[in-house]
T-cell receptor, first 116, second 113 residues
Framework: KQEVTQIPAALSVPEGENLVLNCSFTDSAIYNLQWFRQDPGKGLTSLLLIQSSQREQTSGRLNASLDKSSGRSTLYIAASQPGDSATYLCAVRRRAGGTSYGKLTFGQGTILTVHP | GAGVSQSPSNKVTEKGKDVELRCDPISGHTALYWYRQSLGQGLEFLIYFQGNSAPDKSGLPSDRFSAERTGGSVSTLTIQRTQQEDSAVYLC???????????FGDGTRLSIL
């Protein structure tokens, strides 16, 4: 059974800092990994999706890396801003050929607070 | 274009009542997913629909939970004889195809008194 763990559970940083959020998963037979952002009372907004054959994806100040063999992904946020404050979730989708390959398995999330 | 729409946004009901939650996916999306988000359990998969294939119900916690998707579009999640542990935010997502990125609605916050 796939298990996804995110560290740290919470992070508070001053504006302008670069920061790294970590995600690890137990089963490396994944199809892709997705990072999401969730604001209070809202749904999830997709930030980056990395296919299993890729090493990293970038979007603006965000960079996500994937090391499938070691079961790890990191989300790097450059020059953090108060508007980045939210919960960040990573989720993995298993490889085709098994059951329930459509579902995402989520970590518990990292609550990020960026203060001015 | 419109995103995934869920209704109602909030639902309060008494223990033992049945509830129906609705999801309108993004037009043209063939895959639709239901998840549940609660404080103790995080985000859990419930069920997904892909085109005309039989739905994957492997995440439904009990036979009190059921879902249907009519005409390949709108989906309804039904919880019968609600219990207090059913209190959670129920999130719906859709994707163009099964392996494409999932787009989420804002959820229905369900409170069982």
């Amino acid at each position: 059974k796939q298990e996804v763990t995110q560290i740290p559970a919470a992070l508070s940083v001053p504006e302008g800092e670069n920061l790294v959020l970590n995600c690890s998963f137990t089963d490396s037979a994944i199809y892709n990994l997705q990072w999401f952002r969730q604001d209070p009372g809202k749904g999830l907004t997709s930030l980056l999706l990395i296919q299993s054959s890729q090493r990293e994806q970038t979007s603006g100040r965000l960079n996500a890396s994937l090391d499938k063999s070691s079961g790890r992904s990191t989300l790097y946020i450059a020059a953090s801003q108060p508007g980045d404050s939210a919960t960040y979730l990573c989720a993995v989708r298993r490889r085709a050929g098994g059951t329930s390959y459509g579902k995402l398995t989520f970590g518990q999330g990292t609550i990020l607070t960026v203060h001015p | 274009g419109a995103g995934v729409s869920q209704s109602p946004s909030n639902k309060v009901t008494e223990k033992g009542k049945d509830v129906e939650l609705r999801c309108d996916p993004i037009s043209g999306h063939t895959a639709l997913y239901w998840y549940r988000q609660s404080l103790g359990q995080g985000l859990e998969f419930l069920i997904y629909f892909q085109g005309n294939s039989a739905p994957d119900k492997s995440g439904l916690p009990s036979d009190r939970f059921s879902a249907e998707r009519t005409g390949g579009s709108v989906s309804t999640l039904t919880i019968q004889r609600t219990q207090q542990e059913d209190s959670a935010v129920y999130l719906c997502a859709s994707s163009l195809m099964i392996y494409q990125p999932q787009h989420f609605g804002d959820g229905t916050r369900l409170s069982i008194l």
